[in-house]
């Protein structure tokens, strides 16, 4: 029988992806998204790739009544829980914003659940919540750390809301995904990532100074203890990021109690090697120039993803080359984003 799984922020970056492989994986799929961070076009392109239109509510899901009138359409199996602000500078600027509307979407998440006795969940958290320790790879052993901005705390008190949630009740099951650097876009160049105002993150910003929306890239710091100098991240393609809730939500469902997974490769690289990739795989230039060290950054941080292979049969597969090749062709396509189309 077919299974329907929510994703709530299905209209972002993660979530259409996740959407297009689960609709293939042969999933039901229900978005809610209140678009503040998107565009309603997501729907028609996750239709364009998949040939199958998901049903949209586009609803805050921190919005009780419109949250239960969802779940009283719909017969859910499931929840992927994405929905959040993530912009970690403006996690620091606006903390009380990030702390409303991140812990109050994942609580009044889970209080319509037990209301409809929806039992499986998939969060969405990140590599963030291991902090500063500094021991690589990040093992999913580690304890959680010292988060660095208000925007960590809440992946990281997220993950704490829903393990006590789970002790709570025995029938609760919780997946959470640690994600390392997602990058790239699907390959059909339908959709990617589209930043509002100046990107925060690496590729959005390489990709829209290959474009000619930026005249050059601030490389952050080349003074750090790494081999040269550069900080160097895990960078996971989105489509293998999305491959992976497709085997956490089929490992969550009938099951109880709480699993952590890594999602990354296992391979970290430093900013210039992956401004360096894009440059040659896009035959485009890409205008760089060292700048001063981004306060919170850490030289080094990458996954260990053994458990997931071992669990869940999950193994990122795509290379850097794909990531920065997809990224490039999703921003050639749509130089603008969603909304610079027509
Ligand atoms: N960088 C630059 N110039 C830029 C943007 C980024 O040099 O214009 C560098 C950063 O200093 C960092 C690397 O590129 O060394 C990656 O930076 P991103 O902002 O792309 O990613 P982060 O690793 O800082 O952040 C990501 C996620 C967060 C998450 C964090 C920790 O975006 O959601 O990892 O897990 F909290």
Redesign the pocket.
């Given at each position: 029988m077919t299974k329907t799984i929510l994703l709530t922020g299905g209209t972002g970056f993660i979530g259409s992806h996740t959407a297009v492989e689960m609709i293939q994986e042969g999933y039901r799929i229900v978005l809610a998204d209140d678009l503040s961070n998107s565009s309603r076009k997501v729907v028609d392109r996750i239709e364009e790739i998949t040939g199958t239109r998901p049903a949209f509510y586009p609803i805050d899901v921190a919005d009780r009544e419109a949250l239960r009138d969802l779940f009283s359409r719909e017969r859910l199996d499931g929840v992927i829980h994405f929905a959040g602000f993530?912009a970690?500078g403006e996690s620091t600027e606006k903390p009380l914003d990030y702390y409303e509307n991140n812990l109050g979407a994942t609580m009044n998440l889970l209080r319509v659940m037990e209301e409809f006795g929806v039992k499986t969940i998939v969060f969405s958290s990140?590599?963030?919540v291991y902090g500063q320790g500094g021991l690589m790879p990040c093992t999913e052993t580690m304890p959680r750390g010292v988060c660095v901005n208000p925007?960590?705390w809440t992946k990281s008190m997220s993950e704490q809301i829903l393990t006590d949630a789970s002790a709570a009740d025995p029938d609760l099951s919780v997946v959470l995904l640690r994600y390392?650097?997602p990058i790239g876009a699907h390959p059909s160049g339908l959709i990617g990532e589209d930043p509002q105002g100046i990107?925060?993150?690496?590729?959005p910003?390489v990709a829209q100074v290959a474009v000619g929306r930026r005249e050059e890239?601030?490389?952050?710091?080349n003074d750090y203890d790494t081999p040269d100098g550069?900080?160097r991240?895990d960078y996971i393609h989105v489509c293998d990021l999305a491959e992976g809730h497709v085997k956490a939500i089929a490992f969550g469902e009938g099951r109880k109690g709480v699993e952590v997974f890594n999602l990354g490769t296992g391979t970290p690289y430093s900013?210039l090697e992956v401004v360096e990739t894009f440059a040659r795989v896009s035959g485009v230039s890409v205008p760089w120039r060292f700048g001063p060290r981004?306060a919170g950054?850490l030289p080094d941080?990458w996954a260990d993803p053994a458990k997931a292979t071992e669990v869940l049969g999950w193994k990122a597969g795509r290379t850097l080359e794909d990531m920065c090749r997809d990224a490039w062709n999703w921003q050639r396509n749509n130089p603008r984003g969603y909304e610079g189309e027509e």
């Amino acid at each position: 029988m077919t299974k329907t799984i929510l994703l709530t922020g299905g209209t972002g970056f993660i979530g259409s992806h996740t959407a297009v492989e689960m609709i293939q994986e042969g999933y039901r799929i229900v978005l809610a998204d209140d678009l503040s961070n998107s565009s309603r076009k997501v729907v028609d392109r996750i239709e364009e790739i998949t040939g199958t239109r998901p049903a949209f509510y586009p609803i805050d899901v921190a919005d009780r009544e419109a949250l239960r009138d969802l779940f009283s359409r719909e017969r859910l199996d499931g929840v992927i829980h994405f929905a959040g602000f993530k912009a970690v500078g403006e996690s620091t600027e606006k903390p009380l914003d990030y702390y409303e509307n991140n812990l109050g979407a994942t609580m009044n998440l889970l209080r319509v659940m037990e209301e409809f006795g929806v039992k499986t969940i998939v969060f969405s958290s990140s590599a963030t919540v291991y902090g500063q320790g500094g021991l690589m790879p990040c093992t999913e052993t580690m304890p959680r750390g010292v988060c660095v901005n208000p925007y960590g705390w809440t992946k990281s008190m997220s993950e704490q809301i829903l393990t006590d949630a789970s002790a709570a009740d025995p029938d609760l099951s919780v997946v959470l995904l640690r994600y390392f650097n997602p990058i790239g876009a699907h390959p059909s160049g339908l959709i990617g990532e589209d930043p509002q105002g100046i990107p925060n993150n690496l590729m959005p910003f390489v990709a829209q100074v290959a474009v000619g929306r930026r005249e050059e890239l601030t490389i952050f710091g080349n003074d750090y203890d790494t081999p040269d100098g550069t900080c160097r991240r895990d960078y996971i393609h989105v489509c293998d990021l999305a491959e992976g809730h497709v085997k956490a939500i089929a490992f969550g469902e009938g099951r109880k109690g709480v699993e952590v997974f890594n999602l990354g490769t296992g391979t970290p690289y430093s900013v210039l090697e992956v401004v360096e990739t894009f440059a040659r795989v896009s035959g485009v230039s890409v205008p760089w120039r060292f700048g001063p060290r981004r306060a919170g950054d850490l030289p080094d941080l990458w996954a260990d993803p053994a458990k997931a292979t071992e669990v869940l049969g999950w193994k990122a597969g795509r290379t850097l080359e794909d990531m920065c090749r997809d990224a490039w062709n999703w921003q050639r396509n749509n130089p603008r984003g969603y909304e610079g189309e027509e």
